[in-house]
């Protein structure tokens, strides 16, 4: 097995020897994709290269600082390229319709940090250790000596910042902190990363939230927290699939959750599902593996086929028995005021 700084050296071998690349991200982008996808992408072409930003969905609105020209676009046209890396992508079909668009390349990188990563290109650079993508393209560009512009650190800060919970999730290390630290040195710009990324919601956001505040569910004993979101949903409050990052986040919070759970209705009998743990000893990657999603132990995702209430009985279901086993050794939490509810 090729070692971190191996694997380093022969992506920058592979970008140097080639001149058309494409970076390409995950389906529904968050912070940590499109900020890994566009940190690289400027120091390709900065380097010379000709590059491309795809992905299958827009970048959400509270990005979009970032990409001030409009550079990440959905796929489009026949394109050939030397060069295709993918960013923050567990596995090759979290890359949507982008696949059909890039088949005709000479190699695909992957680059990433989850541990369910399914090593599905050429050259796999993974590292599980890492609480980001955009720590591992900031050490490929220093091992590289590839400038880290303004520009660059914005979107690095960005990648690192969202995906620790800004600094606060558990996988946070150390080195976390001094590649922020690294990076603001280098003209990270945090007022308005923070204003961007944290102090802005648009109204329809708002009112989808207000509509999770009325509608989330609590069970087993309080430990397991849940809610819908179907496209109903979405054209009564005017909001957007990007309006969901990180709501799952306020029912996480909630102090006897151990277990948060969003359901969101992609089609009828198609569901995509969001799992967030905030102790160690629920691995919600574990959970998904089964049911073909992936992630990290703290959050992971999966796409479900089937009738909603079937799909909502067999996740929670699993949530469930992963609770009990904890619970088996761990005492449970309680809310502070000692109410249980069943759902």
């Known amino acids: ?43 390709l072409r900065n380097q010379g290269k000709d ?12 990005l979009a600082f970032l990409d001030p020209e ?10 050939r390229f030397d ?21 005709k390349r000479k190699i695909l990188i992957n680059i990433d940090h989850h ?31 590839w400038p880290v512009t303004k520009q660059i650190a914005n979107c690095l800060f960005t990648a690192v910042s969202t995906d620790t919970g800004s600094f606060q999730y558990a996988t946070t290390l150390p080195s976390t902190y001094q590649i922020g630290g690294e990076l603001v040195r280098r003209g990270a710009d945090l007022a308005t990363i923070c204003n961007e990324v944290y102090q802005s919601s648009s109204i329809s956001r708002v009112r989808l939230l ?4 009325n509608h989330f569910k609590l069970t087993h004993n309080n430990q397991l927290g849940y809610f819908w979101l179907r496209k109903a949903d979405f054209t009564r409050t005017g909001a957007e699939p990007s309006d969901t990052e990180g709501i799952i986040d306020h029912i996480r919070a909630i102090d006897s959750v151990v277990v948060a759970c969003v359901f969101e209705e992609i089609e009828p009998e198609l569901t995509r599902i969001s799992l967030r743990s905030k102790h160690p000893g629920v691995n919600v990657s574990t959970v998904a593996a089964p049911f073909g999603g992936g992630g990290h132990s703290s959050a992971a995702g999966i796409r479900i086929a089937g009738k909603p209430l079937s799909v909502q009985r067999r996740l929670v279901a699993a949530l469930r028995a992963a609770l009990d086993k904890l619970n088996e050794a761990t005492p449970a939490p309680k809310s502070k005021n000692g109410a249980s509810s069943k759902a």
Not at 51 to 62: A, C, I, R, S
Not at 116 to 144: C, H, M
């Open 1 to 43: 097995m090729k070692s971190q700084h191996q694997l380093q050296t022969e992506i920058i071998r592979l970008v140097r020897e080639h001149h058309t690349f494409c970076v390409v991200g995950h389906v529904r982008p968050d912070g940590d994709c499109i900020g890994s996808q566009l940190g690289l992408a400027l120091a």
């Open 70 to 79: 409009g550079w990440v676009s959905v796929p489009s046209g026949k394109h």
């Open 115 to 145: 541990v369910s990563n399914t090593r599905y290109a050429d050259v796999n650079w993974v590292s599980a250790n890492e609480p980001s993508t955009g720590e591992l393209i900031f050490k490929l560009l220093q091992t590289a000596k």
């Open 51 to 62: 590059v491309l930003v795809w992905n299958e969905d827009k970048v959400p609105q509270k």
């Open 83 to 103: 060069c295709v890396i993918a960013t923050d992508c567990a596995s090759y079909e979290r890359l949507g319709s982008v696949c059909q668009f890039i088949e």
């Open 210 to 213: 207000r509509h999770v505040y």
